[in-house]
């Protein structure tokens, strides 16, 4: 099992930026892919950006493309999510999570709280 710890949340104003980290240990060799995901109150949980592993490679949802992110540093076993230009709307819970090659999401963390006020 990977365990997740995400850092970084905080209330910052609507243009702003902020960076989050996702520190992983545990089984870190079965790491395939790293995602970050967020939740508002009253919202299903939804798809933020993720990123390969091993290559770098990343993938970002429509809503945050070009104002997000995503970068890993495999040395520190840590995952970053740089955001940009924020906006009140990705006020959130954000969660980071594993998955192994060919298989779902399996390890979760306990979220970060990320405001954006107006």
């Known amino acids: 099992q990977v365990q997740l710890v995400e850092s970084g949340g905080r209330l910052v104003q609507a243009g702003g930026s902020l960076r989050l980290s996702c520190a992983a240990s545990?089984?870190?060799?079965?790491?395939?892919?790293v995602g970050w995901f967020r939740q508002a109150p009253g919202k299903e949980r939804e798809f933020v950006a993720r990123?390969?592993?091993?290559?770098?490679?990343?993938y970002y949802a429509d809503s945050v493309k070009g104002r997000f992110t995503i970068s890993r540093d495999n040395a520190k076993n840590t995952v970053y999510l740089q955001m940009s230009s924020l906006k009140p709307e990705d006020t959130a819970v954000y969660s980071c999570?594993?998955?192994?090659?060919?298989?779902?999401?399996?390890?979760w963390g306990q979220g970060t709280q990320v405001t954006v006020s107006s």
């Open positions: 990123i390969r592993w091993s290559t770098g490679l990343a």
């Open positions: 545990g089984r870190t060799f079965s790491i395939y892919t």
């Open positions: 999570a594993t998955a192994p090659r060919g298989s779902e999401y399996d390890s």
